[in-house]
């Protein structure tokens, strides 16, 4: 008998995969999250109720200011996150790929615990094993690569001890 999580996920995983929801979800799913972050002091994103989610913690590659965004991730099977910067299909990478770039060293929440992470982007040759790994957890999703028309930048987040 599948899981609720596991029907509401594939009920919704091809909604996320529209021209609507690629559109409205740049403007709309931060203000969800913010407000679901407030509802449940930061423990759970929003995503979380649907796939393993964390906060980014990072450094602004031009302002040198603290960044924060809240992303899916998925487990690699040894102890890392592997992230991917689809910013919904958009033409452009989103800013925390170049925050990560600039500025390795970031850390993460996962269910309202921090930790320390060195994010390094995955090379072309462990990229198909990477998006396979992410397409198992959430059928489809390198669709957004293909809609956006550019590689999309992997990264592996590294624990590392504080």
């Known amino acids: 008998m599948p899981r609720v999580v596991d029907v509401v996920r594939a009920t919704i995983a091809p909604l996320t995969r529209t021209r609507a929801?690629?559109?409205?979800?740049p403007w709309l799913m931060p203000r969800l999250e913010k407000v679901f972050?407030?509802?449940?002091?930061?423990?759970?994103?929003?995503?979380?109720?649907?796939?393993?989610?964390?906060?980014?913690?990072?450094?602004g590659a031009k302002s040198g200011e603290p960044r924060d965004a809240a992303l899916m991730y998925t487990p690699d099977g040894h102890g890392r996150a592997i992230v991917a910067g689809?910013?919904?299909?958009?033409?452009?990478?989103?800013?925390?790929?170049?925050?990560?770039?600039?500025?390795?060293?970031?850390?993460i929440t996962v269910r309202g615990r921090y930790?320390?992470?060195?994010a390094s982007?995955?090379?072309?040759?462990?990229?198909?094993?990477a998006w396979a790994r992410i397409e198992d957890q959430w059928p489809g999703y390198r669709n957004y690569e293909r809609a956006s028309g550019r590689k999309v930048k992997l990264f592996r987040l590294q624990p590392v001890r504080g």
């Open 21 to 25: 929801f690629r559109r409205a979800g």
């Open 37 to 59: 972050a407030a509802l449940t002091g930061g423990r759970v994103p929003l995503s979380g109720l649907l796939v393993p989610s964390l906060v980014l913690h990072t450094t």
């Open 86 to 107: 689809t910013n919904f299909a958009g033409g452009h990478h989103p800013a925390w790929t170049n925050n990560l770039l600039a500025h390795p060293d970031a850390g």
């Open 115 to 118: 930790m320390p992470v060195r």
């Open 121 to 129: 982007l995955i090379p072309d040759d462990e990229r198909e094993v």
